[in-house]
């Protein structure tokens, strides 16, 4: 079994290794890498909801790569809402000649601090049982169940809302950095899976062009020191069984730091 994530904050990269015997395979890695055909008997992605759609990482890594498997599934983190993703996923996949077997998604904290208290997130985690969601899905997919979840009435019209938002292209224009806190370490670069964040001189600069508005530079800073006009919560989150190393390497690189969990 290959499984392909994508994750800032370490929800999807939760589900992946709650996957026995799966190969893990980072879809940022993926794009910056040659490598374009991949082939297994079971093949799974593995990606967050942003704004009732599909990362644009996982769009274009469904375009840019060929997969070949007798089985193959999709798994969506979300917090509160998850709109049309499930539908979205199933036309960008079909755009492509692709076809999944099995699609669910699995309900946990939702980090955007824009429009959530992220520390209510985290206290009201448990009541989402996401444990036993996974093994849900763990079973489903080693009976290889064909099966995608079905879009109800909510999730329909939280999708058109959606339509409604502000202009996300523009979402690196609202983040700042509070120079004070800044430490200058670079981790907030290397964790940017699209690297619209470069750091000049030690202090993050946002390049407003391939943002995927994820979070993980904000979240995964250790001072807290990138902040966003704007924000509802100044909480910030990783998901408590990944590592700021995890995130790093999920995201292409391979520096370690030093991190006090």
Do not use: W
Not at 67 to 89: C, D, H, P, S
Not at 132 to 155: G, H, P, Q, S, Y
Request: proline content about 4%; aromatic content about 10%; charged content about 30%.
């Amino acid at each position: 079994m290959t499984v392909f994530y994508f994750t800032a904050t370490g929800n999807s990269l939760e589900v992946v290794n709650a996957l026995p015997d799966a190969k893990k395979m980072s879809i940022p890695q993926v794009l910056r890498s040659r490598e374009r055909y991949f082939c297994d008997d079971v093949i799974g992605v593995v990606f967050p909801v942003y704004f009732s759609d599909v990362p644009n990482a996982v769009k274009r890594f469904l375009e840019e790569v060929r997969l070949e498997a007798e089985y193959m599934f999709a798994i969506l983190t979300y917090g509160e809402v998850k709109g049309l993703a499930v539908n979205r996923l199933q036309r960008a996949a079909r755009g492509v000649g692709l076809e999944f077997d099995y699609i669910n998604s699995v309900k946990m904290v939702d980090n955007y601090y824009p429009l959530y208290d992220v520390a209510r997130q985290v206290d009201n985690l448990p009541k989402k049982r996401v444990k036993e969601k996974l093994d849900i899905i763990r079973t489903d997919v080693a009976a290889r169940l064909k099966r995608a979840e079905n879009v109800d009435v909510f999730d329909r019209l939280a999708g058109v809302a959606v339509l409604f938002k502000p202009d996300y292209t523009k979402h690196s224009q609202r983040f700042y950095v509070e120079e004070g806190k800044c430490t200058r370490c670079g981790i907030c670069e290397t964790v940017c899976p699209s690297g619209d964040l470069v750091c000049d001189n030690g202090i993050p600069r946002f390049r407003s062009e391939v943002c995927e508005a994820c979070g993980a530079c904000t979240h995964n800073c250790p001072q807290n020191a990138i902040r966003y006009r704007g924000e509802r919560s100044p909480n910030r989150y990783r998901n408590s069984n990944i590592s700021l190393n995890d995130i790093i390497k999920a995201n292409g690189y391979t520096k370690d730091v030093n991190e006090k969990e």
